[in-house]
């Protein structure tokens, strides 16, 4: 037996029991502010930590508070620390674990009765239960978050007729966005306070959704009141979790004003590099100040931020800032900074909030260099300054983009001309190839380069701009073109520009020599002709016979002095292949493409399609592009095209125009376009034990042929759901799925068209088992033949086994069972004898079959046993 918790049962369920049986009503009046936050262990464990404020002068002390978890289990979270505050505060901090069962939205909440008595925007706030809640989000397609840590304590004070400001001091230490809201106090079980109203104000109140500032202009009455602020938390554009902060403001009468602290700028800064600057603030009445900075740069694991006072005397106090950034405090958002000064005010002492921002940002890539040669462009830079970068992303533009980044402009921005190109596959590569994979490069265009760091959620600057062309071939290709379609005895045009003398290294003779290679890169390049001249005037080639149906072809021509004693290839030859119009049949359409590798710039595309009547081909479209698509075509018959393309490309200042034909090519439409996958939702039906699953109909949004649909279960989480059945009418958009066993489970529905088609499986949607478990809370073993032997609420009998005792006042054990239905006759085990009336209380661990496993919910709570002493006999044994 496990000692140390029974003594600690012992001792705190005979705490409560003496708090229930002879505790005034007034006792319970202590709770004033406080929040939940939580912070993700792995996998679907998290830690949550309760932060609550209570009055000290209240008799009423919570070693403990029950956690609801919002799947349908209860914990009791123990008191870690009991801070004391001034002005009659306690700072209570409770904190627990827990597994929840899989993907999901859970509301955590806690309560605990009462508030404090006199808050005068809740109605009888002292028989109000205090309750406060937290939203988290589990979603496998954000991850998992941790909740934002408040770091500014929810009690305040404001005078009336003043302007008032607080700010709660959010950090989220993984970078996602924050928003603030206003919202309602809660009460027993975290729903809205009946006739809560928000405190009155001379002008306005209102929380400021992007600096979390609550503006309070002005207080019209003194007293206490209570706000709630809601901390959203966004990853993606996605809501992924939400704190809701309880807290209290108390407003009196004074002369007093707040202190005003200075105006405030932002700051953005590159890692490495020191933010460093004075601030002082002032008071209007002369008192001496307090001045207090907190966020994020207080929070790093290194170099943290430092706030120190340098001068101070009645009425201003200055204080230096000095933040040291490195290379680990890079990240998309900002870094919040609060500045709260507080007059020492002998009366009544006010606040000054005030924010301002520090972004860090990664330096640019240094020392980038470009390199070309004829095919490619070769990349190469510093070894970067931080070693946490993940990669780095090429960007590209044809010809000087004008673009300068400004100093806070990271990556490069859509409206420039650069589009990226690539990646490197890690943070410490120097360089990369730019060989036209990405898109084609051609010669007589100059190209331009920056480079960019690439962390965890954010972007460098930029690098700065380096360009470089393609070096150009000897001789020069204009030419590679289809003039004659046949499967044997087809041809193709081959043209080259005649070399200028001057860049000829010999005299000649010459020799060319042609190759060809039957794919589009050259990959195996073979001669297949040579020509020999003395003047290089032969600039044409026509190779035939081949087939010129099945693929396109490349050629380079390779020039050759020919001298007896002295042949050496001259230059470096280019690569140029045929036009190839690459099909892709879809439903009712054929995309084409216009594939090839060539140094000449082609402008614009004319498409052409075969007319079976004429025998000729049909222009279809013209496109400045290579691609055009053929719609409104007949699935199942086979449509065949060609294409011709104009060009030009630079030579020496002189522009060549180029024109070429492609390779026929052929196939047949065919509806292969999957349908968009439905949005599922699934519903526990526990009463009556089965889940019920609704999904939407995508011939309403996306199709129009959707026949059938498919649906995907699995019993646990972590397993792929596997088919479970099938749906045959596409007006049929619901199933009811009663399991074997409990209702956990995780599902996925997919969507079949009329050609077989099968959609992407939705998004996983997991349900959890219903907790029909429940514990009577009164017991009369009276021998009435009525509730004589106390039995579980344990309906559909899930639950595989339990731990169940029952205590006495005294903290004594009375009964212990592992039967699920408890079945407990009302005699004590040791005496043998019927117990005498009372309350009891117990403690029963239920091991239950959850979406992701045999799972154990911790029960606590009390019986009161109403016995017939008359009736009190030993039991027979």
Known sequence: MNYSRFNHIRKWSAGILVYLLFGQPGWATHNRAGEITYRLISGFTYEIT??????????????????QWGDNTTSIAPRVEKLVLPNFYFHNTYKIQHTFPGPGIYEIVVQDPNRNYGVKNIPNSVNVIFSIKTKLVISPLTGGASAPVLLNPPIDKAAKGRLFIHNPGAFDLEGDSLSYELTVCTEENGKPIAGYTFPTASDTFYVNPITGDLVWDSPVDTGIYNVAMKVNKWRNGILIGSVTRDMQINVYNSTNNPPVNPLLRDFCVEAGNEISFDLTSTDPD???????????????ASNRATFDSIAADTGY???????ITNCTHIRQRPYLVTIKATDLNKELQLNDFDVFNIRVIGPPPQGLTAYASANSIRLIWDRYACSNVKYFEIYRSNGPSGFEPDSCETGIPAFTSFRKIGHTSSGTDTMFIDDGSAGELLKGIQYCYRIVAVFNDSYSIASHEVCASLVPGLPALINASVTKIDPANGSVFLAWL????????????????????PDLWGSSFQPIDSIFTATLNDTIYIDQPLNTVHFPYSYKVELYNNVPGNVYLIG?????????????GTDNKIEINAIRNVPWINTEYVFYRFNQNSGTYDSI????????????????????????????????????????????NCTTPVDSVPPCPPDLNVTNICDSAYNYLQ?????????DDVVSYKIYYSPVFGSTPELLTSVSNALDTTYRHYPDGNLAGCYQVTAVDSFGNESKRSVL?????????ELPNVFTPNGDGINDIYIAKNKNHYVQKVDMKIYNRWGNLVFQTSDPDIKWDGRSMQRGKIVSSGVYYYVCDVYEPRLNGLVVRNLVGFIHVYSNEKNNKPQDK
């Open 572 to 584: 470096t030859p280019e690569v140029a292949s045929t036009l190839y119009p690459q099909l892709k």
């Open 498 to 517: 005649k070399p200028n003398p001057d860049s000829l290294t010999g005299t000649g003779p010459y020799k060319l020599i042609i190759y060809r290679s």
């Open 695 to 703: 999904w939407t109909n995508p011939n309403r949004s996306c199709t």
């Open 50 to 67: 309760i932060n609550t404020f209570t009055y000290t002068l209240s008799a009423a002390d919570r070693p403990q508070l029950e956690v």
């Open 765 to 773: 949607v997991c349900v959890d088992a219903c907790s029909f478990y």
């Open 317 to 323: 106090s200055t204080y230096h800032f000095r933040w």
């Open 286 to 300: 002369g008192d001496k100040l307090f001045v207090r900075a907190s966020g994020g740069p207080f929070e790093m």
């Open 621 to 664: 479209g013209i496109s400045s592009t290579s691609r055009y698509v053929d719609e409104q075509l007949t699935n199942g018959k086979e449509y065949c095209y060609r294409i011709k393309s104009i060009g030009y490309r630079d030579i020496e200042s002189r522009k060549i125009g180029t024109i070429n034909f492609s390779h026929q």
